[in-house]
């Protein structure tokens, strides 16, 4: 059964928005920390921004920061990333993720033990 669903993927323009949403099951939304990473084709999943429930705390990797916001709607057990300014570089498989405990090793993809499929984002030049 899946529990995470991503959402919002598409093809934009460089400059361009999209905002993903990830729906999860109450189960996991009531995890403390959500996150956000992205995947290339050959490359290792990365970081991408992360949230905490219990204190609203965000994270984010530093090629994002000031470009994407993450949020989270407890009442709809929904995690969005809005996305701006998009650039080519940010092309890639987006994955919603569920973490217990805090925020250490945040930026960590190996402690998280719950995700999605994933929403592909291409931004085209």
């Known amino acids: 059964q899946v529990q995470l669903v991503e959402s919002g993927g598409g093809l934009v323009q460089a400059g361009g928005s999209l905002r993903l949403s990830c729906s999860a099951s109450a189960r996991i939304f009531s995890t403390n920390i959500m996150g956000w990473f992205r995947q290339t084709p050959g490359k290792e999943r990365e970081f991408v921004a992360a949230i905490s429930r219990s204190s609203g705390t965000t994270y984010y990797a530093d090629s994002v920061k000031g470009r994407f916001t993450i949020s989270r709607d407890n009442t709809k057990n929904t995690m969005y990333l809005q996305m701006n300014s998009l650039q080519p570089e940010d092309t890639a498989l987006y994955y919603c993720?569920?973490?217990?405990?805090?925020?250490?090793?945040?930026?960590?993809?190996?402690?998280?033990?719950?995700w999605g499929q994933g929403t592909q984002v291409t931004v085209s030049s």
């Open positions: 993720a569920a973490k217990s405990g805090g925020g250490a090793g945040v930026s960590n993809l190996r402690l998280y033990g719950d």
